[in-house]
Nanobody, 123 residues
Framework: VQLQASGGGLVQAGGSLTLSCALSGPIFSSWVMGWFRQAPGKEREFVAAIAWSGRTTSYVESVKGRFTISVDNTENTLYLRMNSLKPEDTAVYYC?????????????????WGQGTLVTVSS
């Protein structure tokens, strides 16, 4: 599977942004899609994950209530709606895919990655 992330940009604190990740290739119903981010000088970290069915989601505590992950199975697209953005949300955001549970959050557990899209939140 190939993943193509887009939608990053510059936004003021408190603003909103929606990231998209287009998927191509074989996608299986058992797959889980995830969003990760990597801030300058920091390790890549888990943000959110969703089962391809859309029925199960998982979020890191710091984005709960602000970010919403979703999938459009008909368009083979993954989304991350980000509201109430904070300067600490500034990072390169990556989409990824794997088989298994949404509760696996390790970077190394995801074998399929898209290129990143930069989100910059100004104060």
């Amino acid at each position: 599977v190939q993943l193509q992330a887009s939608g990053g940009g510059l936004v003021q604190a408190g603003g909103s942004l929606t990231l998209s990740c287009a998927l191509s290739g074989p996608i299986f119903s058992s797959w889980v899609m995830g969003w990760f981010r990597q801030a300058p000088g920091k390790e890549r970290e888990f943000v959110a994950a969703i089962a391809w069915s859309g029925r199960t989601t998982s979020y890191v505590e710091s984005v709960k209530g602000r970010f919403t992950i979703s999938v459009d199975n008909t368009e083979n697209t993954l989304y991350l709606r980000m509201n109430s953005l904070k300067p600490e949300d500034t990072a390169v955001y990556y989409c990824a895919a794997r088989e298994g549970s949404v509760h696996y959050r390790g970077v190394k557990s995801y074998p399929n990655w898209g290129q990143g899209t930069l989100v910059t939140v100004s104060s």
